[in-house]
């Protein structure tokens, strides 16, 4: 079976590392760019064109939900699953829901310290 491929796009290096030791656990995925600057990842995204995104909502130069925008102006086929670790989500959902065909599912997962 063929790993699936990832873009990671997070808002600090800590998070990024989080995410992909989290994924390295996983013999099915592959990282295969991380950013945490939203113009950058849309480059990643359209270069790589992953199988799945893994989204924060705070990043620099283009938020998350500009990131989304611009994937489905672009027309490109990717499963975007957004990563919330301090409560932005809440905030945005309307507008993420939008932005993108979407289903949001808080999971309330504890958030370390």
Do not use: H, W
């Not at 030791?21 to 939203?38: H, P, R, T």
């Not at 480059?43 to 500009?66: M, Q, R």
């Not at 809440?90 to 999971?107: C, F, H, R």
Request: charged share 20%; with cysteine; glycine share 6%.
């Amino acid at each position: 079976m063929s790993k699936q491929s990832v873009v990671v796009l997070q808002d600090s290096d800590d998070a990024i590392s989080d995410v992909v030791k989290a994924l390295n656990n996983c013999s099915n995925f592959e990282v295969v760019a991380s950013s945490c600057d939203g113009e950058k990842g849309v480059e990643l995204i359209s270069k790589y064109n992953p199988n799945f995104v893994i989204l924060g909502l705070v990043l620099k130069n283009l938020d998350g939900v500009a990131v989304m925008e611009q994937v489905k102006k672009l027309n490109i086929k990717t499963k975007i699953v957004i990563l919330d670790f301090d409560g932005t989500l809440a905030d945005t959902t309307g507008v993420i829901l939008n932005a993108m065909q979407a289903t949001i599912k808080e999971l309330g997962l504890p958030v370390r310290t």
